[in-house]
């Protein structure tokens, strides 16, 4: 069975970090690209950021590039998602999934308020 288990979400300050981790298990996680997503209330998901299966190419939204950083750790089935210079719009609910898209998991809450 495929499961994501975000983590690492919270409150935080404008100008401030937060690293948010998802475990994945129930598949072939070395061999998957993976991306990171994020949802605002009532809206549609929007991709973040992704990261190539051996962890050697990654890609941004412009509106996170220079801020945020995609890494993973293929032998604990891990990607990461280091956010730093964090904005009030970075506010959401924060995803991750495979490139050949699973069922998702529920995510983790990012607030970024002063």
């Known amino acids: 069975q495929v499961q994501f288990l975000e983590s690492g979400g919270g409150l935080v300050q404008p100008g401030g970090s937060l690293r948010l981790s998802c475990a994945a298990s129930g598949f072939i996680f070395s061999s998957s690209g993976m991306n990171w997503f994020r949802q605002y209330p009532g809206k549609e998901r929007k991709w973040v950021a992704s990261?190539?299966?051996?962890?050697?190419?990654?890609n941004y939204a412009d509106s996170v590039k220079d801020r945020f950083t995609i890494s993973r750790d293929n032998a604990k089935s891990t990607v990461f998602l280091q956010m730093n210079s964090l904005k009030p719009d970075d506010t959401a609910v924060y995803y991750c999934?495979?490139?050949?898209?699973?069922?998702w998991g529920q995510g983790t809450q990012v607030t970024v308020s002063s």
């Open positions: 990261i190539t299966s051996s962890g050697d190419n990654t």
């Open positions: 999934n495979s490139w050949t898209q699973r069922p």
